[in-house]
């Protein structure tokens, strides 16, 4: 469900016209609707209330790297969320947009010493380790700052999540995690550690998941775990269970399970384990928040199906180019007929591709198009290659509408470096 509907004729989001701000901002731009970020919200938490144990319920910990906006974030703060961060900066935007930290998992394979310094000065509530040799250099830092680093394993279950290759996190041959065969002897060994309270368990298999099965696998793969641990005498409180829902990119397929299905599922799974949950969704509470306007630029012929070339590019959003992604494509103020178009963007690669032989609503050049469900790792992945400056962002809330995030002058971006003396 999102706030993005054709009102008299025009692509709106909520009360705002696409093209009263692409009119305002220029294009390309990418917009997002506050109360569908709300309404995200609300379905998954009431998909997962009232599952695990303890007196504040599950945390849910925005994934961050998803939409890291300051306006997103402090949106998600209000709701109550908390906060999955996966690097210093993240921590910082976090602590910015006003998530508490107590509410903030730190996640990553390749956490520095500095980083953990920062996490353990805010006052991270959870590290999730995903090596031996992580949980030594936290230990080290913990006790040279004199605190203490509440942890979890993140475990590899070896569940082949069945989506791309490129956000299938889960299998044994993946980066993530400590092996599931390991983690009582890596347990053990964390315990003795100084400086460290082993407190969860954790697990995240991938993204934009279609299929709860493989997750289900997982989750019972860490509930034996969880049996065992605590029989080698490890109180396990925390229960990490990751992210992944995947979002409907394309109508005409069905739909991914819904978060209500995930939590029925979730509490299927982790009955009897008696500890609290967290959970880090990303996609499933941004994707269909945000769209990118862009306009034609101009029309080419092709050999099968002329191209549609407009001003946004794979630097805006890159993932179509990155996981082959289907976004809808829809033109801002349709005219009514369709046309098989090829949609691409003017940087010098062929994989700047967004569509191929699509049939979309017809568009000459000048029209607006909006790319859907473009609110998760769309802006967070945008480049400025081919000097094409960090695609601005708007965020709409009702009738009003305000900038979030502006549109570097190329002048800055110049002005950020530096030319060497021996030059000038
Ligand atoms: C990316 C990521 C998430 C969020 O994944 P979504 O598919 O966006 O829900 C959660 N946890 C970890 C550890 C991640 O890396």
Redo the contacts with the bound molecule.
Sequence with gaps: MDHFTLRDGALHAEDVALDAIADAVGTPVYVYSNATLRHHVQVMRDAVTGLGVGPDGPLIAF?V??NPNGAVLATLAREGLGA?V?SGGEIARAVAAGIPPAKMVF?GVGKTADEMRQALAVGVGQF?LESEAEAEMLSVVAVAEGRTAAVAY?INPDVDAGTHAK?S?GRSDNKFGIPYAAAPAAYTRAAALPGLHVQGVAV?I????TDLAPLEAAFDRIGALIATLRGAGHAITTADL????GVPYDRSLPAPPSPADYGVMVARATKGWDTRLIF?????IVGNAGALVATVIRLKDGVDSPFVIVDAAMNDLLRPSLYDAWHDIRATRPNGETAAVNVVGPVCESGDTFATARIMDAVAAGDRVAFMTAG??AAAMASTYNSRPLTPEVLVDGDRWAVVRAREPIEAMIAREQIPDWLV
């Design positions: 994934a790297k998803a999955d996966v996640s999730n993140r956000i996190t995240h991938g993204s934009q998941l990751g992210g992944g829902l880090e969704p990303g996609r499933v998760a790792y």
